[in-house]
């Protein structure tokens, strides 16, 4: 990187969906948010939870917000 003048790697995490047509790359500021891990699935619409507190809390904030709390984005 540094000989092709790219700079230090950078290590953003991200989720990677894919089909046979398309390729969604999600970054992400964090893994969990409230204490509800979020991998891609819950990009692809399965978020899971582990427990009825955790169930309680995506409930209460919403599983859209829940996702844009994770990939780091502003209401």
């Given amino acids: 990187r540094t000989a092709l003048?790219?700079?230090?790697?950078?290590?953003?995490?991200?989720?990677?969906?894919?089909?046979?047509?398309?390729?969604?790359?999600?970054?992400?500021?964090?893994?969990?948010?409230?204490?509800?891990?979020?991998?891609?699935?819950?990009?692809?619409?399965s978020l899971l939870v582990r427990t009825p507190e955790q169930f309680d809390a995506v409930a209460a904030l919403g599983p859209l917000e829940l996702l844009r709390q994770v990939a780091g984005l502003a209401p």
Wanted: hydrophobic share 45%; net charge positive.
């Fill in 5 to 45: 003048g790219l700079g230090e790697a950078s290590r953003v995490p991200y989720n990677l969906l894919a089909t046979r047509e398309w390729m969604m790359l999600v970054p992400r500021s964090r893994a969990e948010h409230l204490g509800v891990n979020v991998n891609a699935l819950g990009f692809a619409g």
